[in-house]
């Protein structure tokens, strides 16, 4: 609920056209509401008192309506290995998490699409949170301005994984929007190279996003190479199966010398074989892509185990033998929660 008082109408996660329409709507001329745009994402000024450029009467008008608002930081833990989990408080009093992971070469920020998730993965904390709502767009841009406000990401040369908390195909018009934003070189102007999105397998929704004229690079949590281990630890393969969701990355577009990043969790005993393994390899066939392998990464009351090392060097040997190119997924801020599918939080303080 927001709070009594509280604008609800927030300026930032409007695009340039819809700034343009608003400046309009209150009698300015439509380069008002361009210079708003740049204030707001290239200059990421979200004081509306400093943004002098703009008439005091204009400013005040937009004030009678809307706020500038960005994800509150409530936390930071910063791991042994320099990974920095945020936790950011929203609007409505939920909360979300984002991780900062240092780099030599260059630093990724992992941003959250929804509060909680309703896919239900077995070996994820994030699942234990269920699913509470879809991210604005503002909410997810701002946790990326956020990060860049507070140093620990440079204005350009960083990647950004839609990875943390929840499905982004589940909320394809936000994580898109919020896309373009970020990526618009009269604002924010990322690189949508170096953009990823990750998704548990939305085969619809994949179909809907190969027709956008500009992607981010895609990753597929595939995690099993059987229909009935992949039913078990990732439901909505019940929906949409393996082998649909493999399909699909077929067609994909990409461009030249672009891959699909296969993520692939590995569960003792449970996805970790040596037939796995091949059978992954047979399943990529056709497929540009590389594999990211995830050791399990191990969450209290989650009903899995870590593979041992040797497991782990056996089961990227077979893909390389395979000629299917293998990276383990080193792991970071396990001290802190911070590490893939750690990401929960369960209780509000
Ligand atoms: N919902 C999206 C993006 C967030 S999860 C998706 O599932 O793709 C990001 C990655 O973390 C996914 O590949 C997921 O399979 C992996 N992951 C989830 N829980 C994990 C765990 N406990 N250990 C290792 N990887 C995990
Ligand atoms: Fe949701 Fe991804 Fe976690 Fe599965 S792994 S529960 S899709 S966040």
Known sequence: MYQAGMKSNNLLGLDQAELVRLAESLGEDPFRGRQLYVQLYRRKQHNLDLMTDLSKSFRSRLLQDYSVSLPAVRQVVTSRDGTAKLLFRLDDGTFIEAVHIPEETRDTLCISSQVGC???CTFCMTARMGFARNLRVGEIVGQV???IEMGLVGENGFNIVFMGMGEPLYNYRNVMKAFRLLTDSEGMNLSYRRITVSTSGVTPVLRQMAEEPKLPNLAISLNATTAEVRNRIMPINKRWDLKELLDV???FPLEPRRRITIEYVLLKDETDSDEDARRLARLLRGIPSKVNLIPYNPSPGL??????????SRFQEILSELNVSAFVRKTRGIDVAAAC???????AS
């Open 303 to 312: 009903p899995h185990e870590r593979p041992e090392e040797h497991r782990i």
């Open 341 to 347: 599918g750690q990401l929960a939080h369960l209780e």
């Open 118 to 120: 309703a896919v239900g």
């Open 249 to 251: 990355c077929r067609d």
């Open 145 to 147: 301005l956020r990060a």
